[in-house]
């Protein structure tokens, strides 16, 4: 049996507090000093972010980002932008077949009708599997997937609350936990044992062969994935992109070559971005 993912506090702090920093300066919203009904749930969390120096107090009056704030949320971006353009291919792979959901995305007109390809009952979720192969850490993959998910959504009633004191969070723990592990990929046929590894590994490979045919797709004039990510997350409140935002990242089609090497971490996964 593995062992168990775990989350600390301080851990579940750091990824609450990302998250309303995004708020803070891409909405932008800034709290004001004392906390009015349900905002009084993110007191912890802006006093924080305050003694981190990514918040400061605004003429006695609010909670406004730092420059060393945007900092800290650009490296998030620059993460949760890997996560939606490499990690996000290994959500539903078939194993039997070898066959990945993403290879027939262009095939699908409209969001629902590729939701419900997703959720056929022959796919593995492999996001943590290959995470946990590349030393990354599942904790945060998961709750990268929350996010692109809208299950943090700030048009939800309580979302202060369930932002740091909810269950989300056991939720979270519960998928890492039951996951596919890379090590239980391991099998057997007519040639003899086929170990764990190079099943990863095939996997790791074939997952970026399809995210360049994916991009070139898209330069070919297709539309851009419908990605479910939580909206409230990347745009702005009037869908103006506001002076200071700051987003997911477009790159060009040969910066994914290096993730045709199974092991290849890109450096913005290295430390963390606090």
């Not at 919203?29 to 969390?45: A, M, V, Y």
């Not at 972010?49 to 918040?55: A, D, N, S, T, Y």
């Not at 939580?230 to 103006?240: K, M």
């Given at each position: 049996?593995?062992k ?30 004392f ?51 490499v990690?996000?291919i290994?959500?539903?792979v078939?194993l ?14 409209d ?29 945060e ?46 099998f ?25 045919a994916?991009?070139k ?40 070559d ?8 890109s ?8």
């Amino acid at each position: 049996m593995p062992k168990p993912y775990m989350l600390t506090n301080d851990q579940k702090m750091q990824f609450a507090a990302i998250y309303v920093l995004e708020y803070m300066i891409n909405k932008p919203h800034e709290f004001p000093l004392f906390l009015d009904r349900n905002d009084q749930d993110l007191e912890s969390i802006l006093e924080w972010l305050l003694i981190k120096e990514m918040v400061q107090i605004k003429k006695n009056e609010s909670y406004s980002p730092t420059d060393k704030g945007r900092e800290s949320l650009t490296k998030f971006m620059n993460r949760y932008t890997e996560f939606l353009n490499v990690f996000d291919i290994y959500c539903a792979v078939d194993l039997s077949t070898g066959e990945f959901a993403f290879e027939s995305y262009f095939d699908f007109e409209d969001k629902a009708s590729w939701g419900k390809y997703l959720h056929e009952d022959r796919w593995e979720d492999l996001r943590v599997a290959v995470a946990d192969y590349k030393k990354l850490n599942p904790v945060e993959i998961v709750f990268m997937s929350f996010i692109s998910e809208n299950r943090f959504g700030r048009d939800k009633t309580g979302w202060q609350f369930d932002l740091l004191l909810g269950s989300v969070w056991d939720e979270i723990l519960e998928i890492c936990n039951t996951a596919v592990q890379w090590d239980e990929l391991g099998f057997e046929d007519e040639e003899g044992d086929v170990p764990a590894e190079a099943v990863i590994e095939d996997v790791i490979v074939q997952g970026a062969e399809h995210i360049l045919a994916l991009q070139k797709e898209e330069l070919n004039c297709n539309p851009k994935y419908f990605s479910d990510y939580d909206e409230n997350f990347t745009t702005s409140s009037n869908g103006e992109l506001n002076k200071g935002r700051v987003v997911i990242n477009e790159y060009s089609v040969d910066y994914y070559d290096p993730y045709l090497d199974p092991g290849y971490v890109s450096p913005i996964w290295f430390g963390f971005w606090f």
